[in-house]
């Protein structure tokens, strides 16, 4: 199972986390998958960035950099190949990063083959 996947199910576990993932490969150089979820509050939005965090540890895959407060609308994981966002909900409206990469793909993360 690729880290893809097993990102999307570790973030799927919270409810309402509105999981879109968008194919990035044709659009950006920086990385093949934004991954874009929606927390309920800041407790929630850093229980899920330390569960990707350690998923990504214990899977010995690289992570570039994370945010390691708790106090932000918008969190970050960059895990090279995978650059999970993490907002609430208001901030995902107001940053709105489906619209603004709009040419991107939808995918479904359990039909790619990233890894």
């Known amino acids: 199972m690729g880290i893809l996947k097993r990102i999307c199910e570790e973030i799927s576990k ?5 999981v879109t993932v968008l194919k990035m490969t044709e659009l950006s150089y920086m990385t093949d998958y934004f991954v874009i979820a929606t927390a309920d509050s800041n ?6 960035r ?8 214990e899977n010995r895959h690289p992570i570039v ?3 390691k407060d708790s106090d932000h609308d918008w ?6 190949e995978v650059v999970v966002h993490i907002f609430t909900k208001k901030a995902r409206e107001f940053y ?3 619209s603004l ?6 995918v479904d993360p359990g039909k790619e083959d990233e890894d």
């Open 101 to 106: 990469w709009s040419d991107a793909e939808r």
């Open 50 to 57: 330390d569960r990707i965090v350690e998923l990504l540890k």
């Open 65 to 67: 950099f994370y945010d």
């Open 43 to 48: 407790t929630q939005m850093k229980a899920m």
């Open 14 to 18: 919270d409810e309402d986390a509105d």
């Open 75 to 80: 969190m970050i994981v960059d895990a090279e």
């Open 96 to 98: 709105d990063l489906e």
